[in-house]
C-alpha cells in the first residue's frame, strides 16, 4: 500500500472494533494511524480503586470522553406492566409521568473505547441469531455464519485470555478457551442452586477476565469492580490487549482527542481524507488511503450522515437501531451473601439464548449473577434503595439486611425496527458545528413479550434460590440507557438494503470499510457484543489486506 | 439497558425535574431567611438519619453539604415553606418548634403528599443526605465489606461472607 500518507490504514476509533482492526493489520504488516475522539486514560490514577469514595463514583469522566448525543421523545408506555415497571423499595417507582425515561448511551470515548468501562464478558453469538430472517422471518441475516467467524474469536479470544468453561451448547469450538473458567462466587452458588431446582444450566460465564496470569498482567483478584475501570489490567479491556499488541509491531500511531469530524470523498469512488478537530478548535486534514469506521452504531452514522451521507446510497445509514433489552431484579436473602465479592457476571444461563428458546416470541436471551453489576456493591447504595423509609427504623433496617441482597439479570434480542434509528439531530451540533446524533427506539410487542417472560424468569430464579423479598426491578420497558447497541451500518449481501458488504466494506465506496456494532444485522440474544466486534474486526483487516 | 448508573440517575431526577419546575412556580414570596431554612433542613436531616448507635448525620456534618448545593436553594426554601405551613395549621409557630412526634408526622405526611414541593424536598434531603451519611467512613467501618475494592480484591469471594 504505498501512498502519500505515513501509513496505509486510519481507523476512526480505538475501541472494540478499532483496536481489533489496528492490530490486525499491524500483524500483517501494515501501518495503522489509530484516532479517537477521547483522550488516554491512565488506570493507576484515573481509576486506583483504592479511595473511600470508591463506592459512589462510576468510571471517570475525562475532557471528551463523553460523547453528547440527543434523544427522540420517549415511547408512551401503555398498559400495567408490573413485572416491567423500575423502581425500588428505597426510592420508589422510576418513571412517573408515563413515558419511557430516554436516560443515557453509555459510551466511552478515549483510548479501549467503552471496553475500558465494560464488565468484560465474552460471548460469541448463537449461530442461528445470524440467521434470523431465513430462518424465524424477522430482522436480517448476517451475510456470513458462524463458522467463518470462528477462526477469529479463537484470534481474538487468545490475544485477550479468555477465561471459559469447556463448552457453551451451540457456540462450538475448534479449541478449548484460553484459560481455565473463574470459579463461581458464593452468591452465584446460591443462584446455581435455585438455577438447578428449576431444571436451569447454571454455567461460568466466559469472561475477559484473566484467571491466570498472561503476557505480563495479573490475574483477578475478584474486587468486583470491573464496570469502574480495572487497575490491574487483568480485565480484557482493548487498552491493554489489542491497542498494546498493535503498539508492539511498531506500526501503529495511536492519537487520542483527534476527533473525526468529517469525511471528505474523493474520486473514482474512494475516500480521500478526515477532517479531525484539535484541541485548539482548528481542524486538520488527514489523508486516508484506506479508512475503518470503528465509532459505534451511533457515532459511525453520525459521522457518514454529517459527511453529506456517504455511503447511504441504501438510505440505511442510521436505520436499524437496535439497543439491548435489559431487566435487573433484586431481593433480600434470609442469608448474608454479599455478592459484590467476585468477578460480576460470573455465572450465566444460556437456556432461553436460541431464537426460538422464548415461548410465544422469537428472539433470545440470557440470564446472569447481576450482583456486581446492580450497583448495591456499596453500602449507600444499598441503603438508599434496597431499604425502605427513613428514621431510626430504615438505619435498623439497613443493618439487618447489608450483604443480603441478590440480583439476577436478564439481557435479550431487540427486532429491529422502522422507528429505531439514528438521525442527525437539526438544532443541536458539538462544538465543531457538528450535528449530534439524536437517538429514537422504540419497543414493539414482541420485545414487550421478550421483556415479560425475561422478568418473571429472573423472579421464578431468584425465588428458587431463596430470596423471594423483592426490593427493586428496573427494565428497558421505562428506561432505556443501553451500552449495548447495534445495527446502523448493517452488513448484507443486498446494497440495496445494507450499507456494507460481507467483507466489511462499503458497497459503493472501495476504500471504505466499517468495523463496529453498527455492522450487526441482528442483536443476538443477549449476548456481550465485544467479542463479535473484536472477531469481525480481525476479520475486516484480513480482507482489507488481501484487497491490497 | 446496561445497569449502571443507579445512583447519578436518580440524583439527577431529584435535581432535575422537580427543581425546575418550582423555580418557575415559587421564585417569589419566600419568607425565611436562609438560616432559618438552614435551621430546617438540619433539623429534617437529623430526623431522617439519627445514627442509632453510630454518629448522627448532623453530628457529621452531613446538613451543612446538603445546605452549600446551590441547585437544591429553590426546592429547599420551598419545602420549608410547606413544613412550617403545615406546622402553624397545627398551632405551632413552625416546623422547628414541633417536638419530635410532631416532626415525624410531618415528614412522613410530607412523603405522601400531593404537593410536588413537598414530597421532592424531603426526597431530595434524603436522597443526598443518605448517599452522603452512608459514604461517610466512619459509617461504612460499622458494616463489613464495605471498603475499597483494591488493592486487596476479595480472596475469599467463593466461600459464606465472614
Request: net charge neutral.
Amino acid at each position: 500500500m504505498t501512498n502519500d500518507a505515513n501509513w496505509d490504514v486510519v481507523i476512526v476509533g480505538a475501541g472494540a472494533g478499532g483496536a481489533a482492526a489496528a492490530y490486525g493489520l499491524c500483524q500483517q504488516g501494515v501501518s495503522v494511524l489509530l484516532l479517537d475522539a477521547g483522550p488516554q486514560f491512565d488506570p493507576t490514577t484515573d481509576y486506583p480503586l483504592t479511595g473511600s469514595d470508591w463506592d459512589t463514583r462510576d468510571f471517570p469522566e475525562k475532557a471528551g470522553s463523553v460523547g453528547a448525543v440527543t434523544f427522540a421523545p420517549g415511547q408512551k408506555l401503555i398498559g400495567d406492566e408490573p413485572l416491567l415497571v423500575s423502581g425500588s423499595r428505597g426510592l420508589g417507582r422510576l418513571v412517573t409521568d408515563g413515558t419511557r425515561l430516554m436516560e443515557k448511551y453509555k459510551h466511552v470515548r478515549g483510548i479501549g473505547g467503552t471496553t475500558l468501562h465494560f464488565t468484560g464478558e465474552s460471548h460469541r453469538i448463537h449461530p442461528d441469531a445470524m440467521k434470523m430472517k431465513t430462518r424465524f422471518g424477522v430482522g436480517a441475516d448476517w451475510p456470513i455464519d458462524y463458522a467463518e467467524l470462528e477462526p477469529f474469536y479463537m484470534r481474538a479470544e487468545e490475544l485477550i485470555g479468555v477465561a471459559g468453561p469447556q463448552t457453551q451448547g451451540a457456540r462450538w469450538r475448534s479449541r478449548g478457551f484460553p484459560l481455565p473458567p473463574h470459579p463461581l462466587s458464593y452468591a452465584a452458588q446460591t443462584l446455581g442452586r435455585g438455577a438447578a431446582a428449576l431444571g436451569l444450566d447454571w454455567q461460568a460465564n466466559s469472561r475477559a477476565a484473566l484467571s491466570l496470569p498472561r503476557n505480563g498482567r495479573p490475574s483477578c483478584n475478584y474486587c468486583g469492580a470491573c464496570n469502574k475501570g480495572c487497575p490491574r489490567g487483568d480485565k480484557g479491556s482493548a487498552d491493554v490487549t489489542f491497542v498494546a499488541a498493535a503498539l508492539a509491531t511498531g506500526r501503529c500511531i495511536v492519537r487520542p482527542d483527534s476527533p473525526v469530524l468529517r469525511i471528505e470523498a474523493g474520486t473514482n469512488d474512494r475516500v480521500a481524507a478526515v477532517l479531525v478537530g484539535r484541541p485548539d478548535g482548528s481542524i486538520e486534514r488527514i489523508v486516508s488511503p484506506t479508512l475503518i469506521l470503528a465509532c459505534g452504531a451511533v457515532e459511525t452514522p453520525r459521522l457518514l450522515l454529517a459527511s453529506d451521507g456517504l455511503a447511504n446510497e441504501s438510505g440505511e445509514v442510521g436505520r436499524n437501531f437496535m439497543d439491548t433489552l435489559g431487566v435487573i431484579v433484586g431481593a433480600m436473602h434470609p442469608e448474608p451473601q454479599h455478592g459484590r465479592r467476585g468477578l460480576p457476571d460470573d455465572a450465566i444461563c444460556w437456556d432461553y439464548n436460541a431464537p426460538d428458546a422464548v415461548p410465544g416470541v422469537i428472539g433470545g436471551c440470557r440470564f446472569y449473577n447481576a450482583c456486581g453489576e446492580s450497583e448495591l456493591k456499596g453500602l449507600a447504595g444499598f441503603a438508599l434503595r434496597a431499604a425502605e423509609g427513613w428514621g431510626r427504623a430504615h438505619a435498623q433496617s439497613v443493618r439487618h439486611l447489608w450483604g443480603h441482597a441478590l440480583s439476577v439479570g436478564a439481557l435479550g434480542e431487540k427486532l429491529p425496527n422502522r422507528n429505531s434509528q439514528v438521525r442527525l439531530d437539526p438544532d443541536k451540533h458539538d462544538r465543531f458545528g457538528i450535528p449530534l446524533a439524536r437517538i429514537s427506539s422504540w419497543l414493539d410487542e414482541s420485545d414487550l413479550a421478550r421483556l415479560r417472560f425475561m422478568a418473571a424468569k429472573s423472579r421464578e430464579l431468584l425465588a428458587a434460590s431463596g430470596a423471594a423479598d423483592i426490593f427493586e426491578s428496573y427494565s428497558s420497558w421505562d428506561w432505556f440507557g443501553a451500552t449495548h447497541v447495534f445495527g446502523t451500518c448493517r452488513m448484507g449481501a443486498d446494497p440495496a438494503t445494507s450499507v456494507i458488504d460481507a467483507d466489511g466494506r462499503s458497497h459503493r465506496w472501495h476504500n471504505l470499510w466499517i468495523a463496529d456494532a453498527s455492522v450487526f444485522p441482528s442483536s443476538g440474544g443477549g449476548e456481550a457484543p465485544s467479542l463479535t466486534i473484536h472477531a469481525l474486526s480481525l476479520r475486516t483487516a484480513e480482507k482489507i489486506r488481501k484487497a491490497g | 439497558m446496561k445497569r449502571r448508573g443507579f445512583i447519578a440517575l436518580l440524583g439527577a431526577l431529584s435535581l432535575g425535574g422537580a427543581a425546575a419546575l418550582w423555580r418557575n412556580l415559587v421564585s417569589f414570596g419566600r419568607p425565611h431567611s436562609s438560616a432559618h431554612i438552614a435551621e430546617t433542613v438540619k433539623a429534617v436531616t437529623e430526623m431522617m438519619f439519627p445514627g442509632d448507635g453510630l454518629p448522627g448525620a448532623t453530628e457529621l456534618g452531613i446538613h451543612d453539604r446538603i445546605i452549600a448545593m446551590t441547585s437544591l436553594q429553590a426546592l429547599m426554601a420551598d419545602g420549608v415553606v410547606w413544613l412550617d405551613a403545615r406546622a402553624v395549621r397545627q398551632g405551632t409557630p413552625n416546623f422547628l418548634a414541633l417536638d419530635e412526634v410532631g416532626k415525624q408526622a410531618a415528614i412522613e405526611e410530607a412523603f405522601k403528599s400531593s404537593d410536588n414541593a413537598a414530597r421532592e424536598f424531603v426526597r431530595t434531603i434524603r436522597f443526598h443526605a443518605g448517599l452522603a451519611y452512608y459514604s461517610e467512613p466512619v459509617v461504612e467501618a460499622a458494616f463489613p465489606y464495605t471498603g475499597p475494592p483494591q488493592p486487596e480484591g476479595f480472596a475469599d469471594f467463593q466461600n459464606p461472607p465472614e
